[in-house]
């Protein structure tokens, strides 16, 4: 059993940044591969960022590669999202998750979940 808490969203004006942050307790964390989705009113909930479990190797979807950013500290058993440039298409309610099988990009494939912070950027 793995708990996930967010915490860091808000209201931020575009072009804005704001750093997400999930707290994992339970089982080990440090085992899992940690992503980042999200979701907006009336739609699906969609991949935004992946991190392997020693933090080598990360993924993004194609709308935020190069503002995103995703971290892990283990021994904190925290995993982040600091997100620049902010646009108001990525207003959203953001989950953390921790990775259970298969690939990186489908939510069918996170185990667990957090309830989700939620994410408003202004234009």
């Known amino acids: 059993q793995v708990q996930l808490v967010e915490s860091g969203g808000g209201l931020v004006q575009a072009g804005g940044s704001l750093r997400l942050s999930c707290v994992a307790s339970?089982?080990?964390?440090?085992?899992?591969?940690m992503g980042w989705f999200r979701q907006a009113p009336g739609k699906e909930r969609e991949f935004v960022a992946a991190i392997t479990w020693n933090g080598a190797s990360t993924y993004y979807a194609d709308s935020v590669k190069g503002r995103f950013t995703i971290s892990r500290d283990n021994a904190k058993n925290t995993v982040y999202l600091r997100m620049n440039s902010l646009k108001p298409e990525d207003t959203a309610v953001y989950y953390c998750?921790?990775?259970?099988?298969?690939?990186?990009?489908?939510?069918?494939?996170?185990?667990?979940w957090g309830q989700g912070t939620q994410v408003t950027v202004s234009s």
């Open positions: 998750a921790a990775h259970y099988s298969g690939s990186y990009y489908g939510p069918n494939s996170y185990g667990y």
């Open positions: 339970g089982r080990t964390f440090s085992t899992n591969a």
